[in-house]
């Protein structure tokens, strides 16, 4: 979640305000649903920390409200021109008709050097390739943490408190690899170790194993804000030094929690629901053989869904049988 701050700072009078904002599916300010809530004015500006810290405000993006219904249309920025719509005849006109008019248009802000009138064009190629050059440069996994350390070609670094890459053995014969750090994780620099990491120390003990004997990591290594689910931008970049890692580990099985995990290391589009109980064959040129691989259900969804745990059990044997087959 994200908030203005005007009070706090400033000691303006009036209520600070969150807005939480959530799309309907249509493009735009105008497809947003904002609501806003006030606060009482007797909070001591340390109480007022704690309840946005509460309620998982975790970004501050401004002195003030903007409205942007209200700001006239700037000049496009001569350095990056936007490029224009190459709709066809037919198509423009069809597409300038559902554009909606000047005043309920908001406006570009004008460009600058921290903030780019457009994103990057040719997406996150440049980015990805640096990682790779990055990633296969590293020998061991202590390494590629290093290089990790060094890279800033992934966004979620900017608003992250710290790197997290691996916890474990880099020895084991199994990889558990979740989506992206939380709160906690970014807290102490280390995965699954807030509410879903305990749920997987149990579940890790329920077949006799414990992070001595497992290797845990994700698809990003940085908090992505709020918690949100990263962006195919963000988990391409990262995945050079994912690749890179399991190249190193070289485990004997890989587990992806969660759909995400599982949509990004097993290239599937069907639910984790689906793909869980099933092995795949995970394989990449630097591997010497292919990798078994399942999903498991997230552990933070099995907290959410205890009615699950029963199946994720019997996925939990499949594991463990799967470890101790020659
Ligand atoms: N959820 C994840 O997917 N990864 C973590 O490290 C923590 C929670």
Redesign the pocket.
């Known amino acids: 979640m994200i908030v203005f701050w005007p009070t706090v700072n400033k000691g303006v009078n009036g209520p600070p305000y969150t807005i939480s904002a959530s799309g309907w599916g249509c493009p735009g300010v105008a497809g947003m649903v904002y609501s806003v809530m006030a606060l009482p004015h007797s909070m001591s500006a340390q109480e007022l920390l704690r309840w946005y810290i509460d309620a998982g405000v975790d970004e501050t993006i401004a002195d003030g409200p903007v409205n942007r219904f209200q700001e006239k249309p700037k000049a496009a920025n001569p350095a990056a021109p936007p490029a224009p719509l190459d709709l066809g005849g037919k198509k423009k006109d069809l597409a300038d008709a559902a554009a909606p008019t000047p005043s309920s248009s908001p406006s570009l802000p004008e460009a600058s050097p921290e903030m780019p009138l457009l994103p990057p064009q040719g997406g996150a190629n440049g980015e990805v390739t640096s990682a790779v050059h990055l990633a296969q440069s590293a020998e061991s996994v202590d390494e590629l943490r290093g290089a990790l350390e060094t890279f800033d070609g992934c966004g979620l670094k900017k608003t992250a408190t710290k790197l997290?890459f691996t916890d474990g053995n880099p020895e084991a014969p199994i990889l558990f690899v979740?989506?992206?750090?939380?709160a906690e994780?970014d807290r102490q620099g280390l995965?699954?170790v807030?509410p879903?990491?305990k749920l997987l120390d149990k579940m890790l003990a329920s077949i006799g194993l414990d992070r001595t004997g497992v290797l845990i990591s994700?698809t990003v290594f940085w908090r992505p804000p709020g918690n949100r689910t990263p962006t195919p931008q963000e988990t391409a970049i990262c995945m050079p030094f994912l690749e890179r890692l399991i190249e190193l580990v070289d485990p004997k099985i890989l587990v992806a929690?969660?759909g995400p995990?599982a949509k990004s290391l097993l290239a599937e589009t069907m639910s984790v629901g689906r793909l869980r109980g099933k092995w795949f064959s995970y394989s990449m040129p630097g591997l010497a053989r292919p990798i078994d691989a399942t999903a498991l259900y997230?552990p933070?969804y099995l907290l959410r869904s205890p009615g699950q745990k029963r199946v994720t059990w019997m996925d939990w044997l499949g594991i463990k049988s799967k470890l101790q087959a020659p």
């Open positions: 997290v979740g989506e992206g750090p939380g994780e995965p699954f807030g879903s990491g994700n929690l969660g995990a997230h933070a």
